[in-house]
């Protein structure tokens, strides 16, 4: 059961014999509850570096290494929400702490001797952090569209491959989302990019704030650029580190002579920087690909025939968008329905019995689970459910392989996970979507039977997702899943991880997405039917009854499409 006051913080210091003089460098992996084990690994693959390096380190490495999971705190994953609890719960984040390496379960530290080394050369006393420099080729909603007149030059970390802060500059960080701030910028209530939203606040929050980005009226290009390119010298930004890598990189990572351990009476050589000679080093810190957070040891063969697709649609989009999910994914996926507000026998579509509304869907939504319960009942080779928009793109091969490491007897929600006011005591992460959600049979009975809409045209994948918090369902977070095009990302993230899902067909071309970012190819022949019944009028279905959550405190603006973020 998912809690948001549980924090698992699992530690051990690597205090050389000899130092230990108050210096310290964390290691903090943000870790989710069903990663522990990779987190762990990680943690055993740290320990065992530094058992090989503790005789042979120079004296000038007078540090403390302390290392820290994170575990499933519900706002972890944002880092910049975590830190209050890092600095006040934990008291880790202290005034001895010169070096935070913040890492993910898929972080490799590829050689904690040259990481050390390279640490030991920087100036911890600046107000800076490193890490792999991503940039936007294009303004996106996924980034709030930030810098939207030219996001090209604004970069932003690669998380996955870790990010190293000066504790001086993490330690302010923690100190501006404490509780209630003073003259904070947040640019919005919801959670998308932790990684682009860290580097905006800092842009923002530690440094005098730009012109208005809005004001069109001044001609006076030059004396704004003037300003402009003053005031970024002054900000906070992201340096980009050659030893911070988007994947591996088969470079050796440390090419110096390593110091004698002792001297033959006994005591130990000042090794000085000049004798170790360093190269230039690559990829200490780095990203690795998701693994499944399901068990891995006992995975269960599964293919699209075992996943039934509820689709989404209405009366408009009808010969626009389902004859493309046609001509691509509808191959891999036999068992597949759509679900509208009118029933359509060309197709066919089954009706949902709900008016279409231009935004929320959250009726819509409930009714389709309980009419795809219904025809599920009637097989018994379906084990999960995937709920998807008529302009989502997917990889189902690469979907059933992801899933048939999951339990799918349990209670599973699965997607791209989003947050809404996780800074607040009434926050909670969903999944969005558009990506995508994926339910286990199970969990399907179990929405179907408690959750309800405050209104119909209450944001659907919101709802969804308050209402499992509520039931203590975790939000298992994949980043296959994209609730935006291919564009709205980085080539790195995107390179990292196979992509099972995109979202929007806007300014692109559908089956050049298929094909070349979710390796599909689409048939010759575009007619291919998908199992159906009878086409279907439905009832219109009850929005609250006996056992149903009524959630009578749900956050503000969720009892209609206000907060929805529409992508």
Not at 356 to 383: E, F, M, P, W, Y
Not at 487 to 504: E, G, M
């Amino acid at each position: 059961m998912e809690s948001k006051h549980h924090l698992l913080l699992i530690w051990f210091t690597l205090c050389f014999d000899y130092l230990c003089h108050g210096r310290e460098i964390l290691f903090v992996i943000s870790c989710p509850r069903e990663g522990l084990k990779n987190c762990r690994k990680m943690e055993e693959n740290l320990w065992q570096q530094q058992q090989q390096i503790t005789k042979m380190i120079p004296m000038d490495y007078d540090y403390a290494i302390k290392v820290h999971i994170m575990h499933e705190l519900f706002n972890y994953w944002t880092l910049l929400d975590a830190l209050p609890h890092l600095r006040s719960q934990t008291r880790l984040l202290n005034a001895n702490t010169e070096w935070i390496i913040w890492c993910q379960q898929n972080t490799n530290v590829s050689s904690l001797r040259a990481l050390l080394d390279q640490l030991n050369r920087q100036d911890a006393q600046e107000m800076v952090y490193y890490g792999h420099a991503l940039y936007d080729a294009e303004a996106t909603i996924v980034h709030h569209f930030a810098h939207y007149k030219n996001p090209t030059w604004f970069p932003y970390p690669m998380l996955s491959s870790g990010v190293v802060f000066t504790g001086v500059l993490l330690r302010s960080l923690a100190e501006l989302v404490a509780a209630n701030p003073q003259n904070v910028t947040r640019h919005s209530e919801f959670a998308i990019d932790a990684a682009h939203e860290l580097a905006r606040f800092i842009f923002d929050n530690l440094a005098p704030s730009l012109p208005n980005d809005d004001d069109d009226d001044d001609d006076d290009d030059s004396s704004r650029n003037s300003v402009e390119k003053d005031l970024l010298q002054r900000r906070i930004i992201l340096k980009s580190a050659a030893y911070i890598c988007p994947s591996a990189n088969l470079s050796p990572a440390w090419s110096g002579e390593l110091p004698s351990p002792e001297t033959p009476k006994g005591k130990r050589t000042i090794t000085t920087k000049s004798k170790l000679k360093p190269k230039p080093v690559s990829c200490m810190l780095h990203a690795t690909p998701e693994t499944a957070a399901g068990n891995v040891e006992h995975c269960v063969h599964t293919t699209g025939a075992h996943i039934y697709f509820a689709i989404k649609t209405c009366a408009k989009f009808h010969k626009e968008r389902v004859p493309i999910i046609e001509r691509t994914w509808a191959q891999d996926a036999r068992q597949r329905k759509y679900y509208s507000d009118v029933a359509d026998a060309s197709i066919p579509t089954i009706s949902t019995g709900i008016p279409n509304v231009a935004t929320g869907h959250c009726a819509k939504t409930l009714a389709i689970l309980q009419l795809s319960l219904k025809d599920i009942r009637q097989s018994t080779d379906i084990r999960w459910l995937v709920l998807v928009d008529d302009d989502t793109l997917l990889s189902v091969p690469r979907l059933a392989a992801l899933l048939s490491c999951y339990n799918h007897t349990d209670h599973i929600y699965l997607g791209e996970r989003y947050g809404y006011r996780l800074y607040a005591p009434d926050g909670f992460n969903y999944h969005t979507g558009g990506a995508g959600i994926v339910l286990s049979v199970p969990l399907v009975r179990l929405i179907v039977e408690h959750c309800s809409c405050p209104s119909p045209s209450a944001p659907d994948d919101m709802i969804l997702g308050y209402c499992l918090q509520t039931l203590g369902v975790l939000v298992l977070h994949s980043s296959a899943f994209h609730q935006a095009r291919p564009q709205d990302y980085s080539a790195d993230v995107l390179q990292l991880n196979a992509p099972i899902s995109f979202h929007k067909y806007l300014q692109t071309t559908p089956e050049h997405t298929y094909k070349r970012w979710l390796g599909g190819q689409p048939p010759d022949n575009a007619t291919i039917r998908h199992v159906s019944g009878k086409d279907q009028q439905a009832i219109p279905i009850p929005l609250s009854g006996h056992g149903l959550l009524q959630l009578a405190n749900v956050p503000t603006g969720l009892d209609g499409s206000t907060k929805h973020l529409d992508l």
